[in-house]
């Protein structure tokens, strides 16, 4: 099975990224992204746990933050 790759993001009205579009058009919220992240369901993202205890998902590739993915 191929993995997926995330390539468009939502943001809400605070400017955090509550949604994942992928490049076979599967739309994630959070919870379900980092479930799919942690099965090794899409391959451009990692989880990471702040000192804090906030739980972000971030761009494997570091030069470029998934801020940065066009909205849909």
Not at 23 to 49: H, L, P, Q, R, S
Request: proline content about 1%; overall charge positive; cysteine-free.
């Amino acid at each position: 099975m191929e993995k997926e790759i995330i390539t468009h993001i939502r943001k809400d009205n605070l400017n955090r990224i509550i949604e994942f579009k992928t490049n076979k058009g599967n739309i994630y919220n959070f919870e379900m992204a980092k479930e799919a992240i942690t099965y090794d369901k899409i391959k451009n993202a990692k989880i990471v746990k702040k000192s804090n205890g906030r739980t972000l998902i971030e761009n494997v590739d570091s030069s470029h933050s998934l801020d940065d993915f066009p909205e849909f």
